[in-house]
């Protein structure tokens, strides 16, 4: 997993997820609150629960990000803090 392979069939990859590229947007608040239910990456069903990190900071978010879209041959550019900001406002209040 230390190549963002992941673990077939139980945690998505992260090198090359299609699913990271088209969900730039929901990246911050998917780390800030986590994600449960079926997603699909790469063509490749996934229904696990991956718990969100709600003490995190916004910076800290913006980090992890960016690591991830660049990281194991990714090129999926950079998201600015500010649109992190902006993004993690509308995450649920429950988890902040």
Do not use: T
């Amino acid at each position: 997993m230390e190549d963002g392979s992941g673990l077939k069939g139980v945690i998505p990859p992260l090198a090359g997820a299609d699913y990271l590229r088209d969900h730039q947007k929901d990246l911050p608040c998917i780390i800030r609150v986590g994600i449960e239910g079926e997603i699909i990456v790469n063509g490749q069903k996934y229904d696990s629960v991956m718990k969100g990190e709600n003490k995190l900071s916004h910076f800290e978010i913006s980090n992890i990000i960016n690591y991830i879209n660049q990281a194991w041959g990714n090129d999926f550019g950079i998201i600015k803090f500010d649109d992190v900001q902006k993004e993690l406002e509308k995450c649920p209040k429950i988890y902040q």
